[in-house]
């Protein structure tokens, strides 16, 4: 599977997005990514996945390894109305569905 993996990456040149809570953990997400012959793209820690939430310039997007850096940076936390909840939506923060 990894050839397959990385005779895609080098055809597709998709970058991946590691989120990972711990630091050491993230560095060696993104060496096994890059060993598996993709761009890897540190996009932050847990804190920071919000960037790559419904809404943002990068999800969905098919970007490249710069491009997907460019659209990480270009986020903003505030949520458009399509991507926030409504009176409708099942549970709450505090109490989830």
Request: with cysteine; aromatic share 6%.
């Amino acid at each position: 599977m990894p050839n397959a993996a990385a005779r895609l990456a080098a055809e597709d040149g998709s970058p991946c997005l590691s989120p990972v809570i711990n630091k050491q953990a993230r560095e060696t997400v993104i060496r096994l990514v890059y060993e598996l012959g993709f761009d890897a793209v540190d996009a932050g820690g847990l804190d920071e996945s919000w960037r790559q939430q419904p809404g943002t310039p990068v999800y969905t997007a098919d970007f490249d390894a710069d491009g997907v850096r460019r659209a990480l940076a270009q986020a903003s936390k505030e949520r458009t109305p399509k991507c926030q909840a409504t009176e409708n939506s099942p549970g709450t923060f505090a109490q989830p569905a």
